[in-house]
C-alpha cells in the first residue's frame, strides 16, 4: 500500500514538462520519458543510494555518489491538510512572484499568512548528488517550516521543472543535508559515510584525497548500493 506521500512524489517525477527544439532530450533523453516507464514500485525497489569510482587518465580515481530522489523526498517531507489544498488547485500559468506557482496560488498562500525565508534555491548551484535536480522555495508559517518544490524533469536545467508543490519540512534535515553509507568491502571498516560534499570512515573521521583514491580504486568498476542516514 503506498502513501499518500509516494504518490505525490511519484506524479511530480513522471510529470512531463514537455520539449524543447534547444535541449539535449533527444526522443528518450528526458527525466519524465525515462521515469513514466517505471512504476511506483520500481521507484521504492529502487536503492536508495548508489557508489561509483571514476578513474581518470593519471590513474587517480575518485568517488562518486548518486542519492535516488524519491527516496530523499519521501524520507523528508510531510503533508499536512494546507499542503493537500494547495497541491489540489490547477495550475494554469506560473505567473506569480514564486516559480512553478500560479497568481491563483500565490494569493492563496498570502491569505493563509505564509512568508518566504531567504531566497528562492536550485540544487544544480550546489554539491549535489541528488539523482535530478530539484528547485524550492522556503516558506514560514506561524513558526512551522514548509517548502515549495519543483523537480527538473527535462534535459536543459535551465527549463522542464514541474508545477510547485507544497509539503511541509523540518528544514535543517531537508535537501541540504544529504548523508548516505556504503559498505565497500568484508572488513568491519569497510564503511565508508558521504555527508554533504565530505567523506568520513567508519569511525567518523575525514578521508582526505589520497585515502578516497584508494577506496576507489578498491571499488573499482563495481556499482554499490547505500542507504541514507537519517
Known amino acids: 500500500m503506498t502513501t499518500k506521500l509516494q504518490n505525490l512524489i511519484y506524479s511530480m517525477l513522471t510529470e512531463s514538462t514537455g520539449t524543447a527544439i534547444a535541449d539535449s532530450g533527444g526522443d528518450d533523453g528526458r527525466h519524465w520519458q525515462r521515469n513514466q516507464k517505471k512504476t511506483i514500485q520500481d521507484f521504492i525497489d529502487s536503492p536508495e543510494c548508489t557508489l ?79 539523482s535530478q535536480v530539484v528547485q524550492g522555495q522556503q516558506l514560514q508559517l506561524h ?13 536543459d ?13 523540518d528544514f535543517n534535515e531537508f535537501i541540504f543535508s544529504e548523508y548516505c553509507s556504503f559498505t565497500y568491502g568484508k572488513g568491519d571498516n569497510d564503511q565508508i559515510d558521504y555527508m554533504s560534499g565530505e567523506w568520513t570512515d567508519v569511525e567518523g573521521r575525514y578521508l582526505d584525497n589520497e585515502a578516497r583514491n584508494e577506496i576507489a580504486a578498491k571499488i573499482g568498476a563495481r556499482t554499490i548500493t547505500g542507504g541514507l542516514i537519517y
Open 157 to 169: 536545467v535551465r527549463g522542464g521543472y514541474t508545477d510547485a508543490k507544497l509539503f511541509k519540512i
Open 52 to 130: 561509483e569510482s571514476y578513474h581518470y587518465k593519471d590513474n587517480n580515481w575518485d568517488l562518486i555518489p548518486t542519492i535516488d530522489l524519491f527516496h530523499k523526498l519521501t524520507s523528508s517531507l510531510d503533508l499536512d491538510n494546507l499542503c493537500d489544498e494547495f497541491n489540489s488547485m490547477p495550475v494554469e500559468n506560473w505567473n506569480s512572484d514564486y516559480y512553478g506557482v500560479s497568481a491563483e496560488g500565490f494569493e492563496w498562500l498570502e491569505n493563509q499568512g505564509f512568508q518566504a525565508i531567504g531566497e528562492a534555491y536550485n540544487s544544480y548551484n550546489g554539491d549535489s548528488a541528488l
Open 143 to 155: 513558526g512551522d517550516d514548509y517548502l515549495l518544490l519543483q523537480i527538473h524533469n527535462g534535459a
